[in-house]
Every structure is written in C-alpha cells, then in structure tokens.
C-alpha cells in the first residue's frame, strides 16, 4: 500500500535545481522536477524483474491526489503484466484514431465506398446522405467508437414522431456503418439491436385525405405558404402526377418533353405530332419497381401543370439540370425529408395527409368517378395483368392515361379554387 508522504505544501515548494531530482510519495511514485522547472509524475516499477519507469503526466495536468490514483491503476496493469509505456502509446494511438474517425468522416467513406460497390445513381446517394445529415447530426463529431444504442436511441426515437416512415430507412443505414466499422476493426461489435420485424413502419398505409373539398383546402393552404421554389414545384408533381416522392425530387428537365409528343391516332398505329401534349419519362431506377424490361414510367402531363413546366424551364435557362433544386446549391436536387418538412410542419398535415398521400387521392377520385381501373393502376406504375398486358398497356393506353390525367387536374383545380364539386358515380361514363 501507497505510503502517501507528500504533502502539497511539499509540491508547491519543489523548485528547480542545478541537476534533476525526485521526492517520492511512496510505492514508486514519485515527482520529477527537471532543471528547467519542469515538473511530472513518475512511477517505478518491476516488470519480469526488471525495473521499469513510466511518465504518468506533467504536474499542471495530474494534481498530487489524481497522480496517486493514476499509479494505482498503473501498478495494476503492471501487475498484470502490462508495459506501462507500451499501455501508455496503445491509448495516445486509439485517441488519435478516435478523433480521426468520427462518425460524420467514417459515414462519408461509408458512402462513398458503398455506392460505388451498389452502383448508386446520385440522386439514390444525394437521399442517403440528406437523410444521415438531417436525422443523425447529433452523432456527426462523436468517435465512431462512443456510438452505442443508448447514445443513438434519442435520434431514432425522435423519428418515431417526425418521420415514422424514414425512421427504419436510417436505422438500417446507421446499422450498415456501424457494421462496416466492425470489419475496419474500431468497434468489436454492432451496438445497435437487430431489427424487429414489427418496426415495419413502411407497410402501412399512409394517412390520406381522399375528399376533394378538403384537398382543395390543401392546395389553397401549400399555395399561401409560398416555400421555396423547389419545394413549390415538388409539391405541384406531387398532386398532379401522382408519384412518390422519392421518385418527383430527383426530376431532371432532360426526363421532359415539353414542346408536343407523338399521340396515337384511335386505336390504330398511326401517331401524329401534338403540340399541345408533354410527357415526362421517369427513369426505371428511380422508381420503386425497377424492372429495366418495364422501361421508364411515362407520365402524360395535364394541361395547367405543362405550362407551368414550360414557365419553369424558361426561367430556370437551358444549363439547369434539375426541376426541384436545392434552395442553397441549384446543382443538388431537394431531398424526400424537405418536401415531407414542409407538409408536416408548414402545412401542419402530420398525421393526416403526406406526399405520398396524393397517390391515395388520385386513386380514391378517380376510382369513385368510375374510371377505368387498368389505367389508374398503370399511371401508378403497379402492374397490371401479365407481360403481355403490361406490353399493350405501354402501348396503347398511355392516350387513355392522358384523359384520366386531365380530368384530375380539372377535379383538383376546381376544388382548389372553390368552386363546386360534384362526385360523379360509378354509373357515369369511363374516361
């Protein structure tokens, strides 16, 4: 046991000499004061019978009390066979490794390293990285290696209220870091639990507002509250294309065909120039079926929202490359959580309608107008019938979709702009 012989009145009156010297506290340690009036803690001990001697810190670090427990704990790991200094450089080293690899920096290589072995498209990598930044930048400057479920539990649990259906997205991200940190050897195991199976948030059904009054009172609302321009314009190909939103941020102008289309001429081959018509052809990969044989999803572009492409196009100028841009960067697209911010908190819709929600508008209107059902699955890009089916939908029933499309506008502005609306029945004749 430690003798304890210093007092701190002898520390204070340690002063420097013409040569080194040591006053001892007892049991090996002791305090080195060096010519120049530098001042530390040292302790020896035997190590395989050999005497050894560690530095354990400079004074103006460790007072007398904390450099009596920090040779206690030395003299136990010496006793159990531990090289102080080798103990001493294996901790400095970790430190050095710990502040070199925070959470934001190994999230980034993570990103980086896995979209390439995924083939991620940019937009794909752009989410990724949104969704990290936004749900998970209270771990952004923590060592990857104080990651653990308690410290990442409030983040997640906050998602449960603010983005239950992103919450299980990154959550599976953060897992596939932590496990890619596991094989880097900085962690000895992933901290998180496994995935439940009842955390499947994603299947359910989103809450949706399928009465046209009350969507009309939506549109009047997202209209006055004037978000950003890329905000405002995922919005509208929300309502008037009935995408997801994954697949409405990412639009490029090049994926549009603003200036007429090729229109089938009845039921014939035939096709003839109409400059009155657009389409949008959304890339397979960006959708949620991404079976390339089924091509891109075309969207025939109603009336009000093709001119509004057409105003955008021109004030955006000829080098833009996307429809929705970043409010901060034009190069970088919007992301999901941006347009599902702005229905929940700006529109306050939390709980009610999202932006997803508007593929369950389009289907409950026009299912409840009678129209027809093959088309309205098509222009959700569900399959409808076999191959074959599918086939002939591309080819011949996109005119039919284009109808149904115009109709739904028309259903919509009416509502939004107050006029009255009727609910056709299911007797009324198919568009």
């Known amino acids: 046991m430690a003798k304890h012989l210093l007092t701190d009145r002898d520390i204070r009156n340690a002063k420097k000499r013409a040569k080194p010297y040591r006053l001892f506290d007892g049991d090996g ?49 010496a006793v159990d066979g531990e090289h102080l200094t080798t103990v001493k450089r294996a901790a400095k080293l970790k430190r050095r490794t710990d502040a070199a690899n925070t959470f934001g920096t190994f999230a980034a290589a993570w990103m980086a390293r896995e979209s390439r072995r995924m083939k991620w498209t940019p937009d794909y990598r752009t989410e990724v990285e949104a969704s990290l930044k936004n749900h998970l930048s209270d771990l952004t400057h923590l060592p990857i290696t104080k990651i653990t479920a308690a410290v990442a539990a409030p983040a997640l649990l906050a998602m449960e209220l603010t983005a239950p259906h992103m919450v299980e997205k990154v959550r599976r991200r953060l897992r596939a870091i932590l496990d890619e940190a596991v094989e880097h050897g900085l962690i000895t195991g992933n901290p998180l639990p496994a995935m439940r199976r009842r955390n499947k948030l994603e299947r359910k059904h989103y809450p949706a507002v399928t009465d046209l009054v009350e969507l009309g009172a939506i549109l009047r609302a997202a209209r006055a509250a004037d978000p950003c321009k890329g905000i405002q314009r995922a919005h509208l190909l929300l309502v008037f294309a009935a995408l997801r939103v ?10 549009f065909e603003l200036d007429g289309v090729d229109v089938a001429i009845g039921d014939s081959q035939r096709t003839k120039r109409d400059p009155t018509a657009g389409n949008w052809s959304v890339p397979r990969e960006r959708m949620k079926r991404k079976d390339e044989a089924r091509g891109p999803h075309v969207v025939p572009l109603p009336s009000a929202l093709l001119a509004d492409l057409r105003e955008w196009h021109e004030a955006d100028g000829a080098s833009a490359i996307y429809v929705c841009p970043a409010p901060r960067d034009a190069s970088k697209p919007i992301t999901p959580e941006g347009v599902e911010k702005f229905y929940r908190s700006a529109l306050e819709l939390g709980g009610k309608h999202s932006p997803h929600s508007w593929r369950s508008a389009f289907s409950t209107v026009a299912r409840e107008a009678g129209k027809v059902s093959d088309a309205v699955e098509s222009q959700l890009d569900h399959v409808v019938g076999t191959a074959v089916a599918s086939a002939y939908d591309r080819a011949k029933r996109l005119e ?32």
């Open 246 to 255: 994954s697949e409405v941020v990412g639009a490029k102008w090049a994926e």
């Open 29 to 77: 340690l002791a305090l080195w004061v060096s010519p120049t009036g530098m001042r530390s803690w040292q302790l020896r001990y035997r190590l395989n019978g050999t005497e050894q001697t560690a530095t354990l810190g400079k004074l103006e670090r460790l007072t007398l009390g904390q450099a009596r427990v920090a040779a206690d704990t030395a003299r136990k790991l």
């Open 400 to 431: 039919l979709r284009r109808g149904l499309m115009q109709w739904y506008e028309q259903q919509l502005i009416a509502a939004r702009d107050g006029a009255t609306v009727i609910n056709i029945g299911k007797r009324q004749s198919k568009t």
